[in-house]
């Protein structure tokens, strides 16, 4: 990651902090929603990544980038379950729409 987008990462999740909003929380939260919706099964998988996250060091959406492509390493090596490459993939996503807002195509 480069020093400006760390720098922007770093302001978008003080701002979005300030209002009580974890912007890892809510990315776990969006993929849930599109691969299952809504129901106890997702929430469930949130709290479960979340925590399993956090036992490997990765505390914020600028923690997830910056080892997005180890991640599966470390979940393994803690004895945790490693998450597919399309899931992967999706969170990558939702963290650029977080960031940058929705793909244009899709909102016409």
Excluded: Q
């Excluded at 990462?9 to 809510?26: I, Q, R, S, Y």
Aim: with cysteine.
């Amino acid at each position: 990651m480069t020093a400006a987008a760390e720098g922007y990462m770093k302001e978008f999740e003080a701002d979005v902090m300030m209002n009580g909003f974890d912007p890892l929380h809510g990315m776990l939260e969006m993929v849930a929603f599109k691969r299952v919706g809504i129901c106890p099964e997702a929430d469930l998988w949130v709290e479960t990544v979340r925590a399993n996250f956090s036992d490997v060091g990765v505390d914020s959406v600028r923690d997830f980038l910056v080892s997005v492509l180890e991640i599966n390493t470390k979940l393994s090596a803690a004895g945790l379950p490693k998450l597919a490459n399309a899931t992967l993939t999706m969170m990558l996503k939702e963290v650029c729409e977080m960031i940058a807002g929705p793909d244009e195509k899709k909102t016409k």
